[in-house]
């Protein structure tokens, strides 16, 4: 299955921000859609943010206008750009991609391991 490699995320003050990046390894042809998903304790995985192929994205509610993702095709990277972060933003944050085409052939779905996102007060 390809490889997800997550960085970027770490500490920070109320009001701060973040950019996290998400690397497909391998050589890879395409992918239909990359984005980031976070949970937190207690609480059910959730859709922060995708972006397709063509450039449609989606937002979830309580990040738009403060997130912004894009990729790099040619690196084969998203990036999730996060200002004026909240306390309630805090969680671990997993990169996905679905429809991976490579050179290993066809991959359905994978998901990075998850980076720990905090925001204090």
């Known amino acids: 299955q390809v490889q997800l490699v997550e960085s970027g995320g770490g500490l920070v003050q109320a009001g701060g921000s973040l950019r996290l990046s998400c690397a497909a390894s391998?050589?890879?042809?395409?992918?239909?859609?990359m984005g980031w998903y976070r949970q937190a304790p207690g609480n059910q995985r959730e859709l922060v943010a995708a972006?397709?192929?063509?450039?449609?994205?989606n937002y979830a509610d309580s990040v738009k206008g403060r997130f912004t993702i894009s990729r790099d095709n040619v690196k084969i990277t998203v990036y999730l750009q996060m200002n004026s972060l909240k306390p309630e933003d805090t969680a671990v944050y997993y990169c996905?991609?679905?429809?991976?085409?490579?050179?290993?052939?066809?991959?359905?779905?994978?998901w990075g391991q998850g980076i720990q996102v905090a925001v204090s007060s």
């Open positions: 972006i397709t192929s063509g450039g449609s994205i």
């Open positions: 996905n991609a679905e429809g991976i085409r490579g050179v290993y052939g066809y991959t359905s779905y994978s």
């Open positions: 391998g050589t890879i042809f395409s992918i239909n859609a």
